[in-house]
């Protein structure tokens, strides 16, 4: 059982799922959201339950993705995209200890001007997967 939450704990989740090792997005859109790179770890939807959801509120990106956020303190948490089988969870959100490990820069064509990726070992690639 993993759990985590924002900042302020006006959402709290658990999950019961194994999640898939941390991507991080370069891609404009996620810079923004995040202030800098997008870190995530899904896991399976029948595995992740709201504990609390009171701060729960929803970003629509597109129609088939919106991102959760709590409301009263403002901390980035979900990546809920339509018809996916995983709910992708912002990797920092997780309490420690995690136990996540890391497996690749994705958007790296579309990363930010004023950093530099890490020479970390992890795939590289263009697009997403
Ligand atoms: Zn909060
Ligand atoms: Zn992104």
Redesign the pocket.
């Known amino acids: 059982m993993r759990t985590g939450g924002c900042c302020c704990g006006a959402v709290r989740f658990e999950t019961t799922g194994e999640p898939t090792k941390v991507t991080y997005?370069?891609?404009?859109?996620?810079?923004r959201w995040h202030g800098h790179v997008?870190a995530y770890a899904a896991v399976e939807r029948s595995t992740f339950r709201l504990v609390e959801e009171r701060g729960l509120a929803w970003f629509t990106l597109n129609p088939k993705v919106r991102r959760g956020f709590c409301a009263e303190c403002g901390s980035s948490l979900l990546w809920d995209e339509d018809g996916d089988t995983h709910i992708a969870i912002c990797a920092g959100v997780f309490d420690a200890p995690s136990g996540l490990t890391s497996k690749a820069h994705?958007?790296v064509a579309?990363k930010g001007d004023y950093y530099e990726l890490p020479e970390d070992g992890l795939l590289r690639l263009d697009a997403f997967k």
């Open positions: 997005c370069h891609c404009s859109k996620c810079r997008g994705i958007f579309s």
